[in-house]
């Protein structure tokens, strides 16, 4: 089973600054099967990068996905109001399917 | 439009049972596999399995083998998932999702197990 480890827990920033999250897995995931959620207290995930780097349909600009092998970044350029939330990363490539613990993006 | 629509918050004693529902809409329901996600209370996401919904063909992981059982209905184009001999760790919110780029998950169950 890959292992992914997200990085760091919490984020404190604030709106309009950029934000930095990693993911790391504990060997490598194939095909760039790796995916990034964003969920808000009491909604479902929502789709925001997969294959590492393509964004879902509707997804701002402002979030972009990077990486490959273990390594694996998701940016998110300026923060606006509803971008504070928490993220996952998956990856897809092997079963099981696996998540990342989650980082909290909250207001500094 | 898309839509994964699931059964009601249940809740169940020790031991019991539960079976959760996924009524998929807007898509042929034979062409997208469907994967069964939970979520603990304050917990992050943990997937359970997924089902081929045309051939019925499934696979779950380790943790929850022998407990859960994932089928698909063709004919109402619905997914189900059942989880046998529930202990109070397995309370938990748990998701229905279509695979595919699109990212189109259901609402949500809630499932409480309490005696």
């Known amino acids: 089973e890959i292992v992914l480890t997200q990085s760091p827990g919490t984020l404190s920033l604030s709106p309009g600054e950029g934000a930095t999250l990693s993911c790391r897995a504990s060997?490598?995931?194939?095909?760039?099967?790796l995916a990034w959620y964003q969920q808000r207290p009491g909604q479902a995930p929502r789709l925001l990068i997969y294959?590492?780097?393509s964004r879902a349909t509707g997804v701002p600009d402002r979030f972009s996905g990077s990486g490959s092998v273990t390594d694996f970044t998701l940016t998110i350029s300026r923060l606006e109001p509803e971008d504070f939330a928490v993220y996952y990363c998956?990856?897809?490539?092997?079963?099981?399917?696996?998540f990342g613990q989650g980082t909290k993006v909250e207001i500094k | 439009q898309v839509q994964l629509v699931q059964s009601g918050a249940e809740v169940k004693k020790p031991g019991a049972s539960v079976k959760v529902s996924c009524k998929a809409s807007?898509?042929?329901?034979?062409?997208?596999?469907m994967h069964w996600v939970r979520q603990a209370p304050g917990q992050g996401l943990e997937w359970m399995g997924i089902?081929?919904?045309?051939?019925?063909?499934?696979s779950y992981a380790q943790k929850f083998q022998g407990r859960v059982t994932i089928t698909a209905d063709k004919s109402t184009s619905t997914a189900y998932m059942e989880l046998s001999s529930l202990r109070s760790e397995d309370t938990a919110v748990y998701y229905c999702?279509?695979?595919?780029?699109?990212?189109?998950w259901g609402q949500g169950t809630l499932v409480t197990v309490s005696s």
């Open positions: 089902i081929n919904p045309s051939g019925g063909s499934t």
């Open positions: 060997q490598s995931v194939s095909g760039r099967y």
């Open positions: 998956q990856q897809y490539g092997s079963s099981p399917l696996t």
């Open positions: 294959g590492a780097s």
């Open positions: 807007g898509y042929t329901f034979t062409s997208y596999y």
């Open positions: 999702a279509r695979d595919g780029i699109e990212g189109y």
